[in-house]
């Protein structure tokens, strides 16, 4: 079985630009989570959906930053336009409706560097 | 607020020796659950054990045990027989709340490790 796959796994772009990332959940799990760590710091949970709906967007930074799962499948995070303080690994994550809570799968992340 | 703290920025052990990781907790919900992650260089986040707040005994998985003091609201990671593929980030997290299929997650700063031969 396929775990959560992130693309791209690294992107740099200029302050300024817009960049899309893409988050591909395990197959199944209506739970899709974004967390980001910026250098040095904690990782910080971004959003939640359940589905395709959004059931928690405290984490996100700012109306620069917009998540969609459209048909509750893979999820989208674009970032427009992007600024310095951006820069960070971004993790997706997701877990069934009802399993064990002990299992939360992260993607590999996305490493994205603003210039 | 729910809060995680890693004092240890970071910890050097020897291969075949044990180390313990610190992490200290904050919250005033009874329900909650502990989980320690650790982060290759790769990148991935790989989950490594889980404890609950209600858990009565301490958990464990395999070179993995977590020491749980409840009232002291620590839950050290204690990783035996240390071996080299075992340096990496390794960070604290807690979920708070009883769980209802709904899992975000705060987490520590991390602890980075770096066992030598």
């Known amino acids: 079985e396929a775990g959560v796959t992130q693309f791209p796994s690294h992107s740099v772009i200029e302050k300024g630009q817009t960049v899309t990332l893409r988050c591909d959940p395990i197959?199944?799990?209506?739970?899709l989570y974004w967390y980001r760590r910026v250098m040095g710091k904690e990782i910080k949970f971004l959003l939640h959906?359940?589905?395709?709906?959004?059931?928690?967007e405290s984490g996100m930074p700012n109306n620069r930053f917009l998540a969609e799962r459209t048909g509750g499948t893979y999820s989208t995070l674009k970032v427009q336009p992007a600024e310095l303080e951006d820069s960070g690994v971004y993790f997706c994550?997701?877990?069934?409706?009802?399993?064990?809570?002990?299992?939360?799968?992260f993607g590999p992340g996305t490493r994205l560097t603003v210039t | 607020a729910q809060k995680i703290t890693q004092t240890q920025p970071g910890m050097f052990v020897q291969e075949k020796e044990a180390v313990t990781l610190d992490c200290t907790y904050d919250?005033?919900?009874?329900?909650?659950?502990l989980f320690w992650y650790k982060q290759p260089s790769s990148g991935e986040m790989i989950f490594l054990i889980y404890?609950?707040?209600?858990?009565?005994q301490n958990a464990t998985e395999g070179r993995y045990s977590l020491n749980f003091q409840k009232a002291r609201k620590s839950a050290n990671l204690v990783i035996s027989a240390s071996q080299l593929g075992d340096s990496a980030m390794y960070f604290c997290?807690?979920?708070?709340?009883?769980?209802?299929?709904?899992?975000?997650?705060?987490f520590g700063t991390g602890t980075r490790l770096l066992v030598s031969p």
């Open positions: 997290a807690m979920r708070e709340g009883g769980y209802t299929g709904f899992q975000k997650l705060v």
């Open positions: 919250t005033s919900d009874p329900s909650y659950g």
């Open positions: 959906f359940v589905k395709e709906s959004k059931q928690d």
């Open positions: 994550a997701s877990t069934t409706l009802d399993g064990d809570p002990k299992e939360q799968y």
């Open positions: 404890q609950g707040s209600y858990d009565q």
């Open positions: 197959s199944g799990h209506d739970n």
